[in-house]
């Protein structure tokens, strides 16, 4: 499709022929305007920025200046970010007045989120988490296959794919994953527990005793297999009702949980199932049940 080969011809086809040697020009670049004049990009997909890591960057263009010059697009009688967030963060902080920029026009909404996307996936250090949610953006905003895109970035399918699954993982487990005090290789393991308050659980172990990648496979392992000795024998549960799946879906989008609902003619149980007490506390304050 059209978007997809655009897409495919990465900077040059987004910003114009020539504009990879445009983002290597010399300190001072094509115009200086003022910082308060640049909005950020509303589409970039990168939101944590270390303090080490701009602060690095700061001292570095307090010496030497900007080296690389942002990539703007005109918004009114200001200009709005294409590319270049770290940096214009970082010459805030150095307290500079003025950036050098090259202004890019005819530059859609669609570019701008393309080009901070492959800008970030290809070049930034984004969390595991940010790469995810960047990768599934891609793919669903111009229809590609996961095979299209991992070969638009120049990456593997199966990388691709496994940082999708995180997106798999609870909210919370996400959000230590982000944080990075538990690795990729960490967050991959807990996918394989069933149910969102056992991985939340052992995530937090994973933090607090420092387990290696093994160990965790070792504890899920055990844990899968203890689920497996406790299952009942006998014939096969019945099939349950699409619209029951749907419900128990949703209930566990909203309580981070299992749930599991018995139901026969009009009548039956809800079990919402939780593995610690922080994940009985959490399901309580969703409940808006306090003590």
Partial sequence: MATERRLGRGLESLLGKGAEEELNLPAGGKRLVPI???????????????????????ESIKSVGILQPLVVRRAGKKYELIAGERRLRAAKLAGLTEVP??????????????LALVENLQRADLNPIEKAKGFKELIERYSLTQEAAARRLGKDRATLANFIRL???PDNVQGIVSRGT???????????????????????RIEAQGLSVREVERTVAAMCGEARRKRPRGKPAAARSPVIRDLEDRLREKFGTRVTIEHRDGQGRMVIHFFSDDDLQRVLDVLGITE
């Avoid at 920029?101 to 393309?114: I, Q």
């Fill in 182 to 204: 538990i690795s990729m290789g960490h967050a991959r393991a807990l996918l394989s527990l069933p149910h969102p308050g056992q991985q939340y659980s052992l995530a937090q």
């Fill in 167 to 169: 997106l798999d993982l």
């Fill in 36 to 58: 308060g004049d640049i909005a950020p990009n509303p589409f970039q997909p990168r939101h944590d920025f270390t303090e080490r890591e701009l602060s690095d960057l700061a």
């Fill in 101 to 114: 920029v090259v202004e890019r026009e005819n530059t859609n909404d669609d570019d701008m989120l393309t």
